[in-house]
């Protein structure tokens, strides 16, 4: 079965569908310099590594949403990132940085800071909404907004920073918006972001498949790397929003995730071994 469908949307002026390729090739010798095996060893089978960048949204003052179970979405994340993070430790050549491993305060510009320089951010996040009816489960990655909802997911998420301040620096977020790389980086970023949607699909079939959305994420926006944000679920529906404060629910949900995040590894193997050998070269 097909995955959510998207469309990339590039910022306006940003140049983009002519730099794709260009980028593409940047993108290739980014990165971190990793250790690899010699040539012609069994090892050249194995994936490279992969440094995953957990995100568990919200904590300290800000609590995030609260919805009908009233457990603040700031513990909920934490719950399902941890659960994420001992999922991929189990896989051979994978790490994980976290953001935050306790309830404590984290702002949007220092998030994406955090564990660099790494191959993947993911940020987790729980919706929520004025009205108990909408359900389901989204994926982003930075962009304009794809439509009024996410343009409003964006901006409610984006008003819990502790210190605002990186957002107000606009003559800094138009020069990574012009870069090249940034390109490369947003298109990578939307081959993660339906991966795991597409693995949260599978790992819970009866929740709503919201799709892959785009908007302007304050954490999305000032990632080197490519990076998504989940929006796991509605907090305020009534079904949903108790799902949510339930374990073996979050485990099924960090399952989806994983298979995410290893779909993506599998098919940027080969991106990320030529990085690793043209740095063995010089
Ligand atoms: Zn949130």
């Known amino acids: 079965m097909n995955g959510p469908r998207f469309r ?16 593409g090739c940047l993108l290739a010798g980014a ?56 999922l991929l430790l189990r896989e051979a050549g994978v790490e994980v940085v976290m953001t935050r491993d306790q309830d404590v305060d984290l702002d949007l510009g220092q998030r994406p800071r ?15 909404a004025p009205s108990p009816q909408p359900r389901g489960i989204e994926t982003y990655f930075f962009g304009p907004a794809s439509d009024p909802g996410a343009f409003q997911v964006a901006e409610r998420e984006n008003a819990e920073a502790v210190d605002p301040g990186p957002l107000a620096d606009d003559s800094d977020v138009a020069e990574i918006l012009a870069d090249l790389w940034r390109v490369g980086v947003q298109m990578r970023s939307a081959q993660l972001a339906q991966e795991v949607q597409q693995g949260l699909a599978q790992a819970v079939p009866g929740a709503v498949n919201r799709g892959v959305r785009q908007a302007n994420f ?13 929006e796991a679920g509605f907090l305020t529906h009534p079904q949903e929003g108790k799902r949510l404060a339930d374990p073996a629910y979050l485990d099924r949900l960090a399952r989806g995730i994983v298979q995410g995040i ?3 590894a ?6 990320r071994q030529a990085m690793v050998t043209g740095r063995q070269v010089h």
Do not use: C, W
Request: aromatic share 2%; proline share 10%; glycine share 12%.
């Open 8 to 23: 990339v949307r590039f910022p306006a002026g940003s140049g983009a569908p002519r730099l794709v390729l260009l980028a």
């Open 31 to 86: 990165g971190r310099l990793v250790q690899a095996s010699p040539a012609g060893s069994p090892a050249d089978t194995a994936l490279p590594p992969l440094r995953v960048v957990l995100d568990p949204g919200h904590g300290g003052l800000s609590n995030g949403a609260v919805g009908v179970a009233g457990v603040p979405e700031k513990r909920l994340t934490l719950q399902l990132a941890l659960g994420v993070r001992d």
């Open 114 to 128: 955090v564990g660099q320089p790494a191959d993947v951010f993911v940020s987790l996040h729980m919706n929520a």
């Open 218 to 230: 304050a954490v999305l926006r000032l990632s080197p790397i490519p990076a998504i944000v989940v």
């Open 262 to 264: 290893l779909r993506y």
């Open 266 to 271: 599998r098919a940027t193997a080969r991106e």
